[in-house]
C-alpha cells in the first residue's frame, strides 16, 4: 500500500487493487517523462503487469512496448514529420507515438535532416552530370506543335467572336453580353 501524501499522491483507496486516479496518472506521467520503469516499481511496491496494463489502457492508449530499440524509417519519418511541421509537440508526438525522451526524437530529427542533405547532394551531382538531350526539348515534340495550332485557332476564334457580339450590340442596340452582378430572371 502506497501513501505519499507529502507528493500529493493517494495509492489505494481500496485495500485489494483498486488505486486512485490521480495515482495512476502521476505514476504514467512520471513513466513517460523517462523515470525508469524498475524505479518506479520499486519506489510505489508496483507489479510489473499493473504498470504494463496502466501504460496500456491510460486515456493516451500507449503500449510501453511500441517503441523498442530497433524503430523502423517509416514511424521515425512520421513522428519527425509531425513534429517539425507543428502538428504534434514534441511532447504530444511522444505521447502518441510511445516514445521515452525527446532527445530520441531530436535524434531523430538529426538523422533525417543529415540524410535528406545527402541526398540533396548525391541529386545536384547527378543533375549537374546529366546533359540535355536535344531531341527531349519540347518545342520539337510533335504534340506540342499541334496543341500550339490549336491554341492559335481558339485564340483567332475568341477574337472574332467578340467582334461580331460588339458589332451586333452596335447595330441592334441592345446589350448581348451580361453584366457583372446581374441579377437572374425569375421566368
Do not use: C
Request: zero cysteines; a positive charge; proline letters at 4%.
Amino acid at each position: 500500500m502506497v501513501k505519499k501524501r507529502s507528493q500529493g499522491l493517494v495509492g489505494r483507496y481500496v485495500a485489494r487493487g483498486h488505486y486512485d486516479k490521480k495515482f495512476i496518472a502521476q505514476v504514467v506521467d512520471e513513466f513517460l517523462k523517462g523515470k525508469p520503469r524498475q524505479a518506479i516499481l520499486a519506489e510505489y511496491s508496483l507489479n510489473s503487469t499493473t504498470l504494463t496494463r496502466w501504460l496500456a489502457n491510460s486515456d493516451l492508449m500507449i503500449s510501453p512496448r511500441r517503441i523498442g530499440p530497433n524503430v523502423g524509417m517509416d514511424l521515425k519519418r512520421t513522428v519527425v514529420r509531425a513534429v517539425t511541421s507543428g502538428r504534434l509537440s514534441m511532447r504530444e508526438a511522444m505521447l502518441t507515438y510511445g516514445v521515452k525522451t525527446p532527445k530520441t526524437i531530436e535524434g531523430w530529427i538529426k538523422q533525417l535532416e543529415q540524410e535528406n542533405a545527402d541526398l540533396v547532394a548525391s541529386n545536384e551531382a547527378w543533375m549537374k552530370k546529366k546533359k540535355p538531350n536535344k531531341k527531349e526539348t519540347t518545342q520539337d515534340a510533335p504534340d506540342v506543335k499541334a496543341l500550339q495550332k490549336a491554341l492559335e485557332e481558339a485564340q483567332f476564334k475568341i477574337v472574332a467572336l467578340n467582334t461580331l457580339i460588339d458589332v451586333a450590340e452596335e447595330q441592334l442596340k441592345i446589350n448581348i453580353r451580361k453584366k457583372p452582378g446581374a441579377k437572374q430572371s425569375n421566368d
